[in-house]
């Protein structure tokens, strides 16, 4: 489950993806594959994909537990080719981030 909690130490992984329409379901499913890939590493948390309602984006929200098992995770993903798997699909724009507020009711 996702940790969204600030100060934790967790590294989240934001990846914006622009793509045509016709490939945001295929980007979906690659994702998901890359998922379930990436789940076998040590120190992976959690992975979301989100879909934009207009087709030309796909958000994958990944976490891992420190900067160290964040880097493990997208040196397998590398070593398994998923990167250039999703550069036929769509454009990454991805960053490495730390939670830093939240606000709930």
């Known amino acids: 489950m996702?940790?969204?909690?600030?100060n934790e130490g967790v590294i989240t992984q934001v990846n914006v993806f622009t793509c045509k329409p016709e490939n945001q379901q295929a980007l979906i499913e690659l994702l998901i594959e890359s998922?379930?890939?990436?789940?076998?590493?040590?120190?992976?948390i959690s992975a979301n994909i989100h879909r934009s309602l207009d087709g030309m984006r796909v958000v994958n929200y990944a976490q891992s537990a420190s900067l160290e098992?964040?880097?493990?995770?997208?040196?397998?993903?590398?070593?398994?080719?998923?990167?250039?798997?999703?550069?036929?699909?769509?454009?990454?724009?991805?960053?490495?981030?730390?939670?830093?507020?939240?606000?709930?009711?």
Not at 2 to 6: A, C, F, N, R, Y
Not at 83 to 104: C, D, I, M, N, S
């Open 2 to 6: 996702s940790l969204i909690k600030p």
């Open 35 to 44: 998922a379930h890939t990436a789940r076998e590493v040590p120190g992976w």
């Open 69 to 105: 098992a964040a880097q493990a995770v997208i040196d397998q993903l590398k070593r398994t080719g998923f990167f250039e798997r999703t550069k036929r699909l769509g454009e990454a724009h991805p960053g490495l981030y730390e939670v830093v507020f939240t606000l709930q009711k």
